[in-house]
């Protein structure tokens, strides 16, 4: 019980480093917004699941796996256009975040609480 609630204590104080770490690539552009706010406001909704005990440890985890992936997905991608994104990469960012949304809803709702 003790390992799960420091496991999702570091997972919970790490999550927002790796937001961060990519202010180390040029300045985004204009239209790229919509994906760092989506960003910040996806990792509040996984934090008040933990807060709330909607989300387990292992859910969290999880999630914060996904959303490190389509980080490292980002940089990639931005590293290849000097540090901008296409269009395409925005509509893949998109399309994954939206699938990651879905991911947050369903286990936050599922029947599966913190204990």
């Known amino acids: 019980m003790q390992l799960k ?3 999702l204590i570091a997972a919970l104080a790490l999550a927002p480093l790796a937001m961060y770490a990519q202010d ?3 300045t985004p552009g204009k239209n ?3 994906i760092n706010q989506r960003k910040v406001d996806q990792q509040k909704r996984i ?3 933990v ?3 909607e989300l387990t ?3 969290t985890s999880h999630l914060e796996h996904q959303e490190a992936g389509i ?3 980002e940089r990639g991608m931005r590293a290849q256009d000097n540090g901008h994104l296409t269009k395409q990469d925005r509509k893949t960012i998109h399309q ?3 699938q990651e949304s879905r991911r947050i809803y369903r286990d936050k709702h599922n029947d599966k609480v913190q204990k």
């Open 5 to 7: 609630n420091i496991a």
């Open 24 to 26: 180390a690539t040029p």
């Open 32 to 34: 790229d917004y919509n």
């Open 47 to 49: 934090a008040n699941g």
């Open 51 to 53: 807060r709330s005990g």
């Open 57 to 59: 440890a292992g859910e």
């Open 71 to 73: 980080n490292k997905e």
């Open 96 to 98: 994954q975040q939206n």
